[in-house]
Nanobody
């Protein structure tokens, strides 16, 4: 059974930083794209960033220059370094891993508030 375990969410002041981690465990083979999505209250889930097996990254315009996605293929882990956080970044952040199937984590809450 495949599990995605996210960590690193929490409360941070505007301008602060957080680092999210997501580790995939279980029988998962042939991971291709790993990514992060987020869902703010009353809004639809949206793409934040993705990264391919060959480390090609893509970002939503709203986070470009502030967030950095990275991955450790040996550990089946994806990270999201979030800097210069804004109140509008407040959301539940979900990890996504694609192989033969599409897997989702349960989400970790990020709150940006003074």
């Amino acid at each position: 059974q495949v599990q995605l375990v996210e960590s690193g969410g929490g409360l941070v002041q505007p301008g602060g930083s957080l680092r999210l981690s997501c580790a995939a465990s279980g029988k998962i083979f042939g991971i291709t794209v790993m990514g992060w999505y987020r869902q703010a209250p009353g809004k639809e889930r949206e793409l934040v960033a993705t990264i391919t097996t060959y480390y090609t990254a893509d970002y939503a315009d709203s986070v470009k220059g502030r967030f950095t996605i990275s991955r450790d293929n040996a550990k089946n882990t994806v990270y999201l370094q979030m800097n210069s956080l804004k109140p509008e970044d407040t959301a539940v952040y979900y990890c996504n891993v694609r192989s033969a199937m599409n897997y989702w984590g349960k989400g970790t809450l990020v709150t940006v508030s003074s």
